[in-house]
């Protein structure tokens, strides 16, 4: 696996464990770090990620809402919603990741930590808003 799949993995740990605590972003990271023994390699991006999430959450949140039909951003699984914060943060504030990497790290991730609907379940939500940004002709790093 790789460096970037596994600070992705830590990203969305960080961010499940920010939907039960109001700590600071920071300090969690920090926290989960040692909980989990995280490798040292993976930390810096995965911190980027956590507080990048952290720093747009309401953008993030509400173009989440916006494009996830008949279920409200509360409704969705917590794991689910943090995978999808993670990858709409990647789509709009990362021109390093391609857009279609971020859709598939997501699916992948949902697929692994969520439920047996939650990889389509994501995709379906992404699919929607990279189409959306795709056609209000926002700069993408397609």
Same mark, same amino acid.
């Given at each position: 696996? &790789?460096?970037?799949?596994? #600070?992705? +993995? /830590?990203?969305?740990? *960080?961010?499940?464990? %920010?939907?039960?605590?109001?700590?600071?972003?920071?300090?969690?990271?920090?926290?989960?770090?040692?909980?989990?023994?995280?490798?040292? &390699?993976?930390?810096?991006? #995965?911190? +980027? /990620?956590?507080?990048? *999430?952290?720093?747009? %959450?309401?953008?993030?949140?509400?173009?989440?809402?916006?494009?996830?039909?008949?279920?409200?951003?509360?409704?969705?699984?917590?794991?689910?919603?943090?995978?999808?914060?993670?990858?709409?943060?990647?789509?709009?504030?990362?021109?390093?990741?391609?857009?279609?990497?971020?859709?598939?790290?997501?699916?992948?991730?949902?697929?692994?930590?969520?439920?047996?609907?939650?990889?389509?379940?994501?995709?379906?939500?992404?699919?929607?808003?990279?189409?959306?940004?795709?056609?209000?002709?926002?700069?993408?790093?397609?």
């Amino acid at each position: 696996m &790789g460096k970037r799949r596994r #600070s992705r +993995e /830590l990203a969305i740990k *960080v961010l499940f464990h %920010l939907e039960f605590s109001k700590d600071d972003p920071a300090e969690a990271f920090d926290l989960i770090c040692n909980d989990f023994g995280a490798p040292e &390699g993976v930390k810096p991006f #995965s911190k +980027e /990620l956590v507080l990048g *999430v952290c720093a747009y %959450l309401k953008e993030l949140d509400g173009l989440i809402g916006e494009t996830s039909e008949n279920w409200r951003l509360e409704r969705i699984a917590k794991v689910d919603r943090s995978i999808l914060r993670l990858a709409v943060y990647e789509l709009l504030h990362r021109d390093d990741i391609p857009p279609k990497v971020s859709i598939n790290e997501a699916v992948d991730l949902g697929k692994k930590f969520g439920t047996e609907e939650s990889g389509g379940f994501i995709n379906g939500i992404l699919d929607k808003i990279y189409g959306a940004l795709i056609s209000d002709n926002r700069s993408l790093n397609i």
